[in-house]
Structure formats: C-alpha cells, structure tokens
C-alpha cells in the first residue's frame, strides 16, 4: 500500500539504502542472468526451440514478443527466454521509433527547439519543452517573469495529470480491466481540452518556449480548469471502486515485478519506480525549480516495489497534482507571460507596425535565431515517468552544438529484466504496463 | 594531492589556479560542479564519488567537438580532445550533482566501462557507442541500441551527413500536370 511521506522530512532516502547494500545489488546486478545479452540479430536468428546446454541448462525456448503487440504501448520488443511458462532471462530491442532527434537539434535554432522535443515524450510533451528551454534559459542567464514560472508549473501539472490518466487508461486495458480504458482517456481528453485551449494543440504543444511561454492564459481560463478539476476526485473515487480495492485486481498486480530500492538506484531507475520501493526522491522537492518551493504537496512511496504499488502511486500523485494545480490557480501572479528580452522573445505583434526596430527584431529572431554564449549545462526536471534532463552544449552560435536528452523511460526500461526474470510469461503485460514506457522518449 | 572543498572559487584570480578534487581539475560550469579526470583517473574517480553519497549515475551521453576544437572551458592541464563524455552524478541524501568530462581523442576512442560501478549505465554506454561510435572497454555486451545491427556509420557524429533525402510530395507526371 502507498503512504505518505512528510515533505520536509530529509532523512527521507536514508533510510531505505547504504552504500554496503548499493554494493550488494550492484555486484548482483552487474553478475546476474536476468539480461538475455544477444542482440536482435541473433535473437532472431536463434528464436524457437533450445536444447539443453552443457553447463545445466534445461529445455528452454526463446520467443519474440513485439514490436506490434497491443500491450507494448507503441513498439518495444522484448526478446523472452522460456523455461515452460517462467521467464528466465530476457531483453528489451529498441530502437523502432528512432528518428534522430538529438540530431536535428543540431539543425535547428534554439527558438525552433522546443518543436522537436515536444515530440519525444508526445504523453508528457510540455515537461520536453520545459526542460529544454530551461536549459536554454540558463545558458543565457536570463530568468523568466514570475507570472511565466508559474503558468509553467500549472501546465505541467496539468499535463502530469493527462499523462498519468492514458496510464491509468492503458494499465486498466493490458489487465483487462477495459472499461478503464474509456474512464481514463475520457479524463484524458478532458485534460486535454484545457491544454488545447490555452496552447490551441491538444498535444506537441510548442507553448513552452526559451524566455516564457508562447501566449498569456486566455479569458476563462480558470472556469474551464474548475469545471475539470471539479469532477475529478468522484472519478478517482470510480477508479478505485473500479480497480483499487478489487480483488482479482490487486491478485494481478501485487507481488508481482517486485524490485527493491537498491536494485532501482543502482540501475539508475527515477520516478513511480524508485519511489514504489519506498525510497522518497522526487526533484520537485528534493531539487525544486519552477515554484515548487513555494506549495505544498506530498511524495507519495510504496513499500514493496510491485506492480500494485507503481498503480497506487500514480493514482496518489493524480490527487496530489489537483492540490498543485488548485494551488497554482490561487497563487497566480499578473504579469508578463515572457521575458521582454528584444534579443531572446519577438516583439508583441502591434509593435511592428509602428517600430522598423521591431521589425529587425522579429526578422532576425525567425530567420538567424538568438545567438546563446558559449557553455554547457545539465538541466532535470521530474517528468511523469521520472528524471527528465536536458543536456546542453553551446558554442555561441544561435544552434546547439550537442542537445542530450535524459530520457527517464529509456533508463527506467533496464529494469525491465529484473523485474520479470523468474516471473510467468502472463504478467509480462503487467510488468511492462506498470514500467510505462513511452517509445518516443525512448527512441528519440 | 591535495583536497579543495567546493565554493573556494569566489574570487577570480589573475592567474587560473586549477582546483583538484581527489586530484582531479574541477570548474564550474555556470554554478554546476565539473571533473576532468584523465582516463586513468576516470573509473577510480566514479567509484570514490560513489562512495561518498553519489549513488546514482544519471546519465552518460558523448558529444563530438570537431566542429568546436577551441578550449570550451577546460581547466589549463586538460588537452580538449575531439570526443568528450559526459557523465552526470546524483546524491540524494546531499541532493547535490556532479558532472565529469572525460577528453576521448579522436584516433583511439576508448573508454573503460562504468558498468561495474553503476550498473544503470549499460543502456546509455551503448547508446554512446551506437551513436557516437565511443567504445567502452569491458562493457558486458556493447551492441547497437537505437540503430539496426547493420547500421554503418555513427549518425551524431558531425562528420556524418545530415542525410536529406529530397521529399515528392507530388509526382509531376503521374497526374498529368498541376490540378484543375
């Protein structure tokens, strides 16, 4: 079961771990046979039947699940080894989605950036942009007007929100759990509404951008976050009616895809993973940016690093983010929604027709881009899924020379071995479900 | 050799003294803690960083410099070299990080796996590799990641072609000339 951890407890991760089990779990990590290392070649080539082997090895038979799999979320192919129903050691293959983001960052302006990353995690796109402009931002040395830190903070818990939903959607459909699926993206779509109205997309927004955001908050703004906000927590209460308390519910996930918290650190796993183990590490508190300093919500953790307890996290954190985003509505400050940096933000539209310097302005920001001096930066911020970063090169010309992207699904999906290995091939699905990857993020 | 707690550097000094942590050059990288350690120093400096609380390796990505060979903010003593890999550092119970920037050269770019020290960075080493073409001595199992196995060529590096491939969004001859 999830419990919750006082915010400004510090001893928090302490507890769980020291270094003489990190070095436990590491040589274990690092000696196990949890990883099928063959590459996808060879898992082709040596897929089906395999004889016993001489150093002891029974019958075993190594299967390819994916890349076209309904419950792969996209296309993850796992290479499995079977002994009987039991899995014994398996394998991740990506790379299906892979269209050179990193490298068409290299080709584009630091103003026509954040197109690009919306697009790697397309469920959480504005925590993409937002650490990409963050980085950006420092390497100008500019800080964004308040009102711009906290529209940013509100559309992204918003979007946690969303995001969190198409899992709550997804991980109710893998298990079977169906109409979850038509509860979750109808909560979705409702999400998705209120970001359409603000960024006028329902997703790829391009509203985060280097020195703000692209548009103030539009006129009733607030009504319609209400009116969402309003019906969530009865729907939350459905989901648990539906799904938390069930029995054939919690026998499908509990026990199952159990990692520890040292195991999760070790593999460098963030997020509802690190946190199923009970170890209390989230960046909004622990490394707070935006506004997170200023309000006042709650690290949710779990106990037994299962699958049940990745479910009920995601759940907490749902409720956790209507408290963020109730707060966020309260607190918001008036002013401008961009730095009025005439070298970083185009001017307002009304200025070019009365100001030919405007006019070069605008000109020069679309067609050269701003130039951003040199250095190199590593930005984080917490993504849905965990530790999203952005690591940035400059070399003082207006494109970046190296954009890296941290990707938290790509690192989360390491664990997938471990947390299958010895497991029956029946909760694959709900292993990888409750991992909850997103093959953009991870192929980039 | 001696050990420099961080912060000491508040004052520019006419003449750069390089800082050492466990004698390795340190800098600041706009208010973030940056290593240069040798190669030699690389994998025993990971391992004393873990010990001391940094307990988890974010993340490792490379990046190709040919195109930017100047000195990019290294301390004086760091040779800039083509290739540089990054690995970025978490500790938790400090809630602080660190960066390291290993110096590859170009003609013999080899590096010793971190993966016996933080085991979450396989996935990210042949990631480097896949893409850059960076290879980790001792990594269990060094295979392209991201790219198909018969791949020839390392895409980020700034060598490579961008590889436009001319878009027909119409064909021309087909419809018999532009529409009605």
């Known amino acids: 079961m999830s419990q919750v951890v006082d915010p400004t407890a510090v001893d928090g991760p302490d507890d769980v771990v020291d270094l003489a089990v990190l070095d436990e779990a590491r040589v274990r990590l690092s000696t196990d046979d949890a990883v099928l290392r063959l590459s996808a070649t060879e898992a082709e080539e040596r897929s089906g039947y395999q004889p016993p082997t001489d150093e002891g090895l029974g019958e075993r038979m190594i299967m390819n699940m994916g890349p076209q799999h309904p419950s792969t979320h996209g296309v993850l192919r796992l290479v499995l080894e079977l002994d009987g129903e039991e899995i014994t050691r398996s394998r991740p293959v990506v790379g299906y989605l892979h269209t050179g983001m990193e490298k068409t960052a290299e080709q584009l302006t630091y103003l026509q950036g954040p197109t690009n990353v919306t697009r790697m995690d397309y469920a959480a796109p504005l ?48 298990l079977g759990a169906v109409s979850m699926m038509l509860y979750g993206w109808r909560e979705r779509e409702e999400l998705l509404r209120f970001l359409e109205q603000v960024t006028g997309l329902r997703m790829n927004h391009n509203y985060i951008r280097p020195g703000g955001v692209a548009a103030d908050l539009p006129d009733g703004w ?223 | 050799m001696s050990e420099v707690t961080e912060g000491a550097t508040d004052v520019v000094p006419t003449e750069p003294e390089v800082e050492l ?42 990046v190709d410099h040919l195109l930017t060979p100047g000195r990019r903010g290294l301390p004086t003593g760091t040779e800039p070299e083509r290739f540089e890999v990054v690995v970025n550092l978490l500790d938790h119970r400090n809630r602080r990080r660190t960066r ?23 996935a990210s080493e042949r990631e480097t590799h896949d893409l850059l073409g960076i290879v980790f001595d001792g990594h269990p199992d060094l295979s392209r990641i991201l790219l198909p196995d018969d791949w020839v060529g390392h895409p980020l590096r700034k060598d490579e072609s961008v590889g436009r491939i001319p878009v027909q969004f119409k064909d021309p001859t087909a419809s018999g000339g532009p529409r009605p």
Not at chain 1, 131 to 157: D, K, N, Y
């Open chain 1, 127 to 174: 925590f993409n942009e937002l650490v990409f402009s963050m980085a950006t931002e420092q390497l100008l040395g500019i800080e964004v007007p308040e009102r711009a830190q906290w529209i940013r903070t509100l559309m992204c818990e918003v979007n946690r929100i969303s995001s969190h939903m198409l899992f709550m959607a997804t991980n109710g459909m893998d």
């Open chain 2, 100 to 122: 390291i920037r290993l110096q590859v050269p170009d003609g013999d770019a080899v590096v010793p796996t971190l993966f016996h020290v933080h085991p979450g960075l396989e």
């Open chain 2, 21 to 62: 942590l466990h004698g390795v050059p340190v800098t600041d990288s706009l208010g973030q803690q940056v290593l240069h350690p040798t190669r030699e120093q690389y994998v025993p400096l990971v391992e004393q960083l873990r010990s001391e609380g940094y307990w988890m390796a974010v993340d490792l990505c490379g």
């Open chain 1, 222 to 444: 607030e009504e319609h976050l209400d009116g969402v906000l309003s019906v969530l927590p009865e729907r939350l209460e459905e989901f648990d009616t539906l799904m938390t308390g069930q029995p054939i519910w919690r026998d499908r996930l509990q026990g199952v895809g159990v990692i520890t918290a040292e195991e999760a650190v070790s593999l460098g796993a963030t997020g509802p993973i690190l946190r199923s183990t009970g170890y209390a590490w989230d960046l909004r508190r622990d490394l707070p940016y935006l506004c997170y300093d200023q309000l006042d919500f709650d690290v949710i953790v779990g106990t037994h690093g299962d699958s049940f307890d990745r479910y009920s996290i995601r759940l907490a954190e749902i409720r956790e983010s209507i408290r963020i985003v109730r707060q966020c509505m309260d607190k918001m400050p008036s002013g401008d929604y961009r730095i009025q940096d005439k070298k970083v933000t185009p001017p307002p539209r009304a200025r070019i027709d009365e100001s030919m310097e405007a006019l070069i302005h605008h000109f020069k920001i679309f067609t050269e881009g701003f130039k951003v001096p040199e250095g190199e930066v590593y930005v984080a911020v917490e993504n849905p899924r965990g530790e999203l970063g952005c690591y940035l090169v400059s070399d003082g010309s207006s494109h970046p020379v190296r954009m890296h992207i941290r990707a938290p699904s790509f690192v989360n999906l390491q664990t997938l071995p471990h947390l299958m290995q010895g497991s029956l091939i029946a909760d694959t699905v709900a292993i990888v479900s409750s991992v909850d990857p997103i093959m953009g993020d991870v192929d980039r």
